[in-house]
Nanobody, 121 residues
Framework: QVQLVESGGGLVQAGGSLRLSCAASGGTFRWLSMGWFRQAPGKEREFVAAISWSGGSTYYQDSVKGRFTISRDNAKNTVYLQMNSLKPEDTAVYYC??????????????WGQGTQVTVSS
């Protein structure tokens, strides 16, 4: 069983930056594909970004391309989401996810508990 714990959320002004972290335990992190999803109030959870187990392939939702960067450190069992040029519409609870195959259609086996990101205008 894989446990995922997110951190790094908070309140930021539009145009600002935040870096989310997700620490994994209980499994073989280096073989897992990792991703980030988000859910805004009243909306469905949506895919944001994913990264393959090696870090060699990354995938992004169109609305975050060029602003967000997903990365991983397999030595630290941690995946990151660097978010720049944040917009109010990026406000959501961000969830870390783990699965077997990275991609735009990312089948998730494990979820974190989520961290709130609020972008003020």
């Amino acid at each position: 069983q894989v446990q995922l714990v997110e951190s790094g959320g908070g309140l930021v002004q539009a145009g600002g930056s935040l870096r989310l972290s997700c620490a994994a335990s209980g499994g073989t992190f280096r073989w897992l594909s990792m991703g980030w999803f988000r859910q805004a109030p009243g909306k469905e959870r949506e895919f944001v970004a994913a990264i393959s187990w090696s870090g060699g392939s990354t995938y992004y939702q169109d609305s975050v391309k060029g602003r967000f960067t997903i990365s991983r450190d397999n030595a630290k069992n941690t995946v990151y989401l660097q978010m720049n040029s944040l917009k109010p519409e990026d406000t959501a609870v961000y969830y870390c996810a783990a699965g077997n195959v990275a991609g735009i259609n990312f089948p998730v086996n494990y979820w974190g508990q989520g961290t709130q990101v609020t972008v003020s205008s």
